[in-house]
């Protein structure tokens, strides 16, 4: 079963409060998103393997060291994915980013892919996929499966706020995938929307509706 680790650092959670009050404006809103975001990536990194290099400093030659092994890539799920590229991208500027989007099929109610766009060495990438909210878990399950086809190995699942519902279907579809999650809620309700959660994270973001 692909793990779960809930972001318990003070600052995650503080910030995490201020997103979910209905009051928080769409410019602080997508500030917030781009700060958690940032610190969310600090601790998935944090087991990143190094190695030692030599570096000359004023004073005398220093070992130290460098991130070593595989490269990163961060997947945003569109369209309320994009909101934490930025805020990654501040820690690893070198990361690649693909983006995936999905819609949801108004008969079967099932996740469709509507665009791929992928690094082309994916296979050799550490990939965080990213999605502020995994509710039914449909549209994580669905860009992992299509990042898997492509011949990603390497796949980890950061979202802000979770339902248990979604990390159940989550951990089910794809158990080799550890997810990571800044807040994880009591349900969904009938309209799919994650309780207590912080409403639609896409238009919260974007200022739509
Ligand atoms: N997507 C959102 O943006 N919010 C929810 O509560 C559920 C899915």
Same mark, same amino acid.
Not at 194 to 199: A, K, Q, R, S, T
């Given at each position: 079963m692909g793990k779960l680790y809930v972001f318990d650092h003070p600052l995650i959670q503080h910030k995490l409060t201020y997103i979910r009050d209905k009051k928080t404006g769409t410019k602080e809103f997508r500030e917030i998103v781009d700060e958690l975001a940032a610190l969310m990536a600090f601790e998935i990194t944090r087991n990143l393997p190094l190695e030692e290099v030599e570096v000359e400093t004023p004073v005398s030659i220093a070992k130290s060291n460098v991130l070593a092994g595989k490269k990163l890539g961060i997947i945003p799920i569109l369209r309320a994915g994009l909101g934490m590229v930025d805020g990654i991208l501040k820690l690893i500027p070198t990361a690649k980013v693909g983006h995936v989007g999905l819609y949801r099929d108004p008969e079967t109610l099932q996740p469709v892919e509507y665009y791929v766009k992928l690094p082309s060495d994916i296979n050799e990438r550490e990939l965080i996929v990213v999605d502020p909210m995994l509710a039914t878990g449909g549209s994580a399950i669905e860009a992992i499966h299509s990042l898997k086809k492509r011949g990603a190995v390497n796949i980890k699942f950061m979202c802000i706020i979770a339902a248990p519902e979604g990390i159940e279907a989550l951990q089910k579809a794809h158990d080799d995938v550890e997810i990571y999650v800044a807040g994880l809620d009591e349900k969904l309700n009938e309209k799919g929307y994650?309780?207590? %959660?912080? %409403?639609d994270a896409g238009d919260r973001l974007f200022g739509t509706k």
């Open positions: 994650i309780v207590p %959660g912080l %409403g």
